[in-house]
């Protein structure tokens, strides 16, 4: 069977090609119930809009680069991140091509590689550094990018990003509140801009409560959760342990609660946990940590609305999103059973 082109569906439909090429591309001058009708015959018949004759007549790829790394703190993040950004291009034309993001090596590679053969019209990256070569380089051309997270460049640009020194002072009240007095947290690396902002709020909000804050430089966040499960239960067998752990994700998480199973210490009574979620299945894990939900597929919503409107021209500086974070430290159900 022959691949359907434009002219397939103008003979299913009745229509002219011209009007069948608007219609797909979204034209407002052609009537909402045509543009359905033109989608549903589309959709019928299987067409895919050839790209390259696509960006020969408009000069656009209809692709979104967006820039991954293999590791995460989170369960689940590449999936929820991704459900959101397609949610957010559905019905644009746009599909999105996935690129790895190596953060130990030359992290511009990457943007370079899209930009050189015009792979894309915009760009989506995360895990931001406090002075992202991707960044400058891409403010530079004037290429429409959006980071997950933001950096201290003076010169503006769109981003969506949570608000991690809020997470990090509330995590450090409600622990205070339950009598903790030694607070540990797992840590990006300072070179991440969260990161700069977790400890930024830890430390203030903490030592103001008159607990001591320990952040360790020689276990991160980005160390396999085997390290991390090690070298807590070294640091838990010490006289001067700390008697909370603040977890930025489910998988640092999940290794603290294993740390403190190995040396018959509890959670919730002899050491507080408390993290971010962002997917149900931790809580089945019954881990007995307190929890703050981060909405990964709302971010990636966020994500590809304001590339969107990045694509269509408007200014970076009128396109920065800081998420609120919903904090109710929640207990997982096991927790809330033995409690009750």
């Not at 991707?134 to 981003?159: C, D, K, M, Q, Y």
């Amino acid at each position: 069977m022959d691949k359907p082109t434009l002219r397939t569906i103008a003979q299913a439909t009745g229509l002219a090609v011209t009007t069948v090429s608007r219609a797909l591309a979204g034209d407002p001058r052609i009537a909402a119930r045509t543009r359905a009708a033109v989608a549903e015959v589309a959709q019928r018949l299987g067409y895919v809009p050839d790209r390259a004759a696509q960006r020969l007549r408009t000069g656009r790829s209809k692709v979104v680069a967006l820039l991954l790394n293999t590791g995460h703190e989170y369960l689940g993040f590449t999936h929820e991140l991704i459900a959101g950004l397609m949610s957010a291009l559905n019905g644009t034309g746009y599909s999105v091509a996935m690129l790895p993001d190596l953060i130990d090596e030359g992290r511009d590679a990457a943007v370079r590689e899209v930009l050189r053969n015009r792979m894309a019209d915009g760009i989506v990256f995360s895990r931001t550094e406090v002075f992202d070569a991707r960044v400058r380089l891409l403010s530079e051309h004037g290429f429409p990018f959006v980071s997950h997270g933001r950096t201290e460049f003076a010169i503006p640009h769109a981003f969506v990003d949570y608000d991690n020194e809020a997470f990090a002072r509330a995590a450090a009240r409600h622990l205070v509140g339950r009598g903790r007095e030694r607070l540990l947290m797992i840590a990006p690396q300072g070179r991440f801009t969260f990161g700069q902002h977790l400890r930024y709020g830890l430390t203030a909000e903490g030592r103001a409560a008159g607990a001591v804050v320990e952040i360790p430089e020689d276990i991160h966040l980005d160390r396999p959760p085997e390290e991390i499960a090690a070298w807590l239960r070294r640091r838990l067998m010490r006289p001067d342990r700390p008697d909370a752990i603040i977890c930025v994700g489910e998988v640092p998480a999940i290794a603290a609660s294993a740390a403190l199973g190995d040396i018959g210490l509890q959670a919730g009574r002899d050491v507080d946990l408390v993290a971010k979620r962002a997917s149900p299945v931790f809580e089945m894990l019954r881990a007995n940590v307190f929890t703050a939900f981060e909405d990964l597929r709302e971010t990636g919503r966020l994500i590809g609305d304001t590339l969107l409107r990045r694509i269509a021209g408007e200014p970076p500086e009128t396109l920065g999103i800081l998420q609120p974070p919903v904090i109710e430290f929640t207990p997982d159900r096991e927790a809330a059973r033995r409690s009750g």
